[in-house]
């Protein structure tokens, strides 16, 4: 094998074997039994795959993974959840496909070819069917705090923009949103709670703490500016970055665990972020106004 057709190759030897490391290194320090096998069977195939590579190439792939990777990998595990890594991982999977349907024109109709039309099939279908089969709380309760953090944001955020128009003392700015964030977290919970009762397949109780957690995370986060910067512009400022921040982060996990589009759904929550911070100014500062409330 020479030119194009073997550099491919080698490029796909190095990255099925390396995927089958990383798998093997999450199995091994995985304690879930069932997500133990999960792991242990996709390093199964990636190394099937990696052998259909080296054979074709005659010589097996010089291949190295750091130490530092697998381990920053594991932590992802570990913070985000199973589900989560694995469709990170996978996230090119599409790009891989196409470009094994594309080597097929380097192979002549025999078993070589017929194998990796095996391959592509496995990465379209089986890999995606045990990461789809794998059952995670906190992919079934998202849902959930996404809802939370999302609402917060939004409620928060306009809560310390109205503020904004209203005074320039950052504390009661900042005294203000705990409050409305713990009232705000309180009723959120309840209706997460009432809403799973209708939903067999989650737990009011875990639903409810999911929501309010969510729920007073972000505004812990959003009001922690305003104790302690002085600057009223500069605290909100530094609010509403944290609260894009969030945005970006939570939508991004939605976008990989559930496929959807990162950049759109961004897109339209910081919009109505702003949107809501920007009216809610402009009332605060008319009140402010009218009642001659600017300090």
Known sequence: MKGEAARLAEKYCVDEYTDYMIYNYLASHEKNEKLKKVLEELAKEEYEHYIFWSS????????????????????????FGLTFTLKFLERHESEVIAEYREYLKYLEDGDARRRLEKIIEEEEKHE????????????????????????????????????LGVTSKTLMAGIAGLVVGLSAAISMASAAYLQAKSDPTREPLTSALMTGAGYLAAVALLAAPYFL????????TVSVLGGIALIGLF?????????????????????????TALASYIFGDIIGAKFNLHT
């Not at 074709?56 to 913070?79: E, F, M």
């Not at 849902?143 to 917060?152: Q, R």
């Not at 939508?251 to 559930?258: E, P, Q």
């Open 56 to 79: 074709l190439l005659g010589r097996k792939c010089d291949v190295s993974i750091s130490k530092a990777k697998l381990r920053l990998i594991r932590a992802i595990r570990a913070v």
């Open 251 to 275: 939508t991004y996990y939605s976008a990989i665990v559930f496929d959807r589009p990162f950049t759109r759904e961004f897109i339209e929550s910081t919009t109505l972020m702003l949107g």
């Open 229 to 236: 910067i002085q600057s009223m512009l500069a605290a909100f």
């Open 128 to 163: 995606n069917e045990l990461i789809a089969g794998i059952e995670e709380t906190i992919v079934r309760y998202l849902s959930f705090i996404v809802l939370g953090l999302a609402d917060a944001i939004v409620e928060i955020t306009g809560v310390h923009a109205g503020f």
